[in-house]
């Protein structure tokens, strides 16, 4: 049953093959999106398996070139970038002057036709006009920073699964394999330029392509005809619990404006030496200070399913909450994380789980909860 997208909805350039293919649409910050097109388990296990393909569309795709990008963006950013090479990927945070956490992104290195240094961002969906502001705030002090949102005119999809990297060098004809993880590399489809990125959202390996948004049905429809025994097309719920067994945090759920990237345990996407960006002295005052909470991974034994916002207790008192659940189709028990006080985030720590009333057994477990074979 395909569940009908109401009409202020962006689309993506898939929304179509979506609509025929039965899947289930649904508002996803402010774009029919879908959710599934079989079940969520078959999808999350094919990844798992084999390979998927999800369209990622939704995601925002910012561009910034001219002699003064490397050094707006570095200042946008807590990780250092404006020493990347081409090619290179950076996780890094978008914080506010008081170190809470606007959104988590991609970093692309490019070069540009005259050998200036270009960037690609990859925002989330939520987030896209938040930052569009943030942005545009701040731009006209880098007079020679060009801005580019190449959201709608261009799609993104991701390959993911152990059989994901072979489909696709098979299918571009192209040595996607030699594509080190974090980094990407220009090719063309169809004629026309596509980035390939060796990244992901789901604990797999695989590659996540930005194309032109007359192009991606054409990749799309070329991927799962040439391969329809090894790949499936999968929604976003699957890929909701994939990253959560990854240990993955998500905007909404382990990221937010009040918290800041220590607590989340992002220490690694933060350069502070001999930088100067936003909200730098924030951060370094937090990483001196004592955290009043952090994130962990928990697990229950029963087959309750903890979900957001549900109190994390020891003896009867709340010491957390929890952030994002689900119950997890690779591990066969129900999984979470959440943010409690730091005396208790160490792994074996015995706590209880508030769901609707009732407290479940649950225990502190390392991050993260599945980790692929090399």
Not at 64 to 86: E, I, Q, T, W, Y
Not at 251 to 266: F, R, T, V
Not at 273 to 302: M, P, T, W, Y
Request: charged share 25%.
């Amino acid at each position: 049953m395909t569940m009908s997208a109401t009409t202020d909805l962006k689309k993506t350039p898939l929304f179509d093959w979506h609509a025929a293919h039965g899947a289930k649409l649904a508002d996803f910050a402010g774009w029919s999106m879908p959710i599934q097109y079989t079940s969520i388990v078959q999808e999350h296990l094919a990844t798992r398996g084999g390979a998927s393909i999800f369209d990622v569309s939704h995601m925002a795709r910012l561009e910034f070139s001219g002699p003064d990008a490397g050094r707006f963006v570095d200042h946008l950013l807590s990780r250092r970038v404006d020493n990347m090479k081409v090619g290179r990927i950076r996780y890094s945070l978008i914080v506010n002057e008081q170190g809470g956490v606007l959104d988590d992104v991609l970093v692309y290195r490019l070069s540009d036709v005259e050998g200036h240094a270009n960037y690609w961002m990859v925002v989330n969906a939520g987030n896209h006009q938040k930052i569009l502001a943030w942005i545009g705030d701040r731009l006209p002090e880098f007079k020679e920073c060009q801005f580019t949102d190449h959201t709608l005119s261009t799609a993104m999809i991701a390959v993911q699964g152990p059989q994901a990297v072979a489909l696709l060098k098979e299918q571009l004809d192209a040595p996607v394999d030699q594509i080190k993880y974090y980094h990407a590399k220009q090719f063309s489809f169809g004629g026309q330029p596509a980035l390939v990125s060796r990244t992901g959202y789901t604990g797999e390996d695989g590659c996540e392509l930005i194309t032109t948004a007359n192009m991606a049905v054409r990749f799309w429809t070329d991927m799962i005809d040439a391969h329809p025994d090894k790949i499936v097309a999968a929604g976003l719920a699957a890929r909701d619990t994939l990253r959560l067994e990854a240990g993955m945090p998500l905007y909404g759920h382990e990221l937010s404006e009040d918290i800041n990237p220590w607590q989340a345990d992002l220490g690694f996407a933060v350069n502070l030496k001999n930088r100067d960006f936003i909200g730098r002295d924030a951060l370094q005052h937090q990483r001196d200070a004592e955290q009043e909470s952090c994130r962990v991974g928990f697990a229950l034994d029963g087959r309750r399913v903890p979900r957001i916002d549900y109190k994390i207790v020891v003896d009867d008192k709340p010491i957390g909450v929890v952030t994002s659940g689900t119950f997890s189709p690779t591990l066969e028990r129900p999984i979470g994380m959440g943010y409690v006080q730091p005396r208790f985030a160490e792994p074996g720590t015995k706590v209880d789980i508030d769901i609707r009333g009732r407290l479940e057994e649950a225990e502190v477990v390392p991050l993260p909860f599945y980790e692929r074979r090399p």
